[in-house]
């Protein structure tokens, strides 16, 4: 059923998309797996919007079905934590000179189900956007999110700011993205590198937990 699920969102069946979800989540099936899933499916429509195979339309009616499985999942999600008490605090967001998204909106919508208070500061974020929300919220974890390669500097800069602005010590920060690996996060300094919605979760509660 997964590759059931996973060539209806890519082929944009709504309908498909949504039955086979609920019959997963119906059937016992794990709800973080299941947005896991989703992410690859996305990140495949996003593939086939770079090889003018779709167009913007199709990419708003992928975002739109992803939207409404979300929707389902997230209350899943919140009860497969077995607990509706916030466990801790994200503050996330696509850095300076990257306005991709999907990747960071199913993280941001896992964390939630999985109890986190999150922060999400949106797309093409400056450094000090970052600095003034830790600052305000204080967060135990900053996620930084980027497709392309040239944003790599960006997060760079951005805890750079972070550090100089003496904050740096007070949180734990993650990395994620369609170009990002193990190798970017030593480059910008991070603290960790997820190569998905499973891992970069497991990684926030363990950290909240320590």
Known sequence: MDDEL??????????????????????????????????????????RFAKKEYF?????????????????????????AKSEKKIGKVVIGTVKGDVHDVGKNIVVSVLKGNGFDVYDLGVDVPPQKFVEKIREVKPEIVGM???????????????RGIKDSGLRDKVKIIVGGGNVNEEVAQHVEADAYAKDVIQGVTLCKKWVRA
Do not use: N, Y
Request: glycine fraction near 4%; hydrophobic fraction near 50%; aromatic fraction near 4%.
């Open 6 to 47: 996973f060539d209806a969102i890519v082929e944009l069946k709504e309908k498909d998309a949504l039955r086979i979800v609920k019959d997963k989540i119906l059937s016992g099936g794990d709800p973080l797996a299941v947005a896991e899933l989703c992410r690859k499916a996305m990140s495949a429509v996003g593939d």
């Open 56 to 80: 913007l339309s199709d990419l708003v009616v992928a975002g739109e079905i992803f939207k409404e499985i979300m929707e389902i999942l997230e209350p899943q999600m919140r009860a497969h």
């Open 145 to 159: 999110s980027c497709l392309i390669t040239i944003a790599w500097e960006s997060m760079k800069d951005t805890i």
